[in-house]
């Protein structure tokens, strides 16, 4: 394995593979699901079986999800005590989890024992294959023995310039989320409306919009992308679907056709983001435009 400048951590609500993330030596910390009265862990896809896990969601399980506690991470951070290569943690958004204060917590903990560390803690403001999309790119720095000041200066300029816009099939995950209420969910089924929803600058999801119809839904993610994004003949563009890969092939069919992009990667979202979206989720990752402060 080539020799790096930084050590690199992730959380598996970054949605991508274990086995690309193992290449890279990139070390791992995990969420926890819950369901059926059992426990499972949220490996990067390395054990957990996603078509199982999304069958189960159709057949009416309601999964939950446990955020990652701070021995967890203390568990990865005291391999780095005076360590002289730094670490760098990009976490899942703090504006949807307390996985990001939990890791602070525990890097004050170290702190306060063993003095100042080179460990760095970077909140994403973002989440699921979004976040996958800024790992990727530090991945790729990390490659080309980027320093790490180089690569937190991007993501502080990119990272607010990483739009994510989103729609669910199922509108009773936003109400057990408390994002509309059960009177609104109900009504909204029965006359199949699909909210649209992004990812504002402090990493919170915010209702933008609604239409009715699936394939209105998809054209307002591709309108809304369309709108936001900026050198898109630069960009490779993430399609990320909840069990409904046939929706997400169509929403990267319509992208490209619109779009001079240099591609459009179709992946599934993972355990812990799937629990709270529900199956027949959308959601489209670029960079273009800041994104809006609620």
Known sequence: MMETKFDLLVDSCCDLRYDELEDEGIRKVS?????????????????????????Q??????????????????????DYINSEKPLLYVAFTSGL????????????????EHGKQLITIVDSKAACLGEGLLVEHVISFRREKKSLDEVLGWLDEMSPRLN?????????????GGRISKRSA??????????????????QLINVGKVRGRNKSISRLVALTQETIENPEEQKLIVAHAGDEV?????????????????????PMGPTIASHTGDGALAVFSFGRKRQAN
Not at 31 to 55: A, C, H, P, R, S
Not at 64 to 75: E, P, R
């Open 164 to 176: 994510s816009w989103v729609t669910v099939d199922d509108l009773d995950y936003l109400e057990r």
């Open 186 to 203: 109900v009504i909204g089924g029965m006359i199949r409306i699909k909210p649209i929803i992004c990812m504002n600058l402090a990493g």
């Open 247 to 267: 929706a997400g092939q169509k929403l990267r069919d319509e992208l490209l056709n619109v779009l001079p992009v240099k591609g459009v990667d179709v992946r």
């Open 97 to 112: 989890s307390g996985s990001y204060n939990n890791a602070l917590s525990a890097l004050k903990m170290i702190e306060d």
């Open 31 to 55: 969420m926890i699901v819950q369901m059926n009265d059992k426990e499972y862990l949220d490996d990067f896809q390395k054990t957990f079986k996603l078509n199982w896990f999304m069958e």
């Open 57 to 78: 969601i159709k057949e009416g399980a309601t999964p939950t999800t446990s955020q990652i506690n701070i021995g967890t991470y203390l568990d990865v951070f005291k």
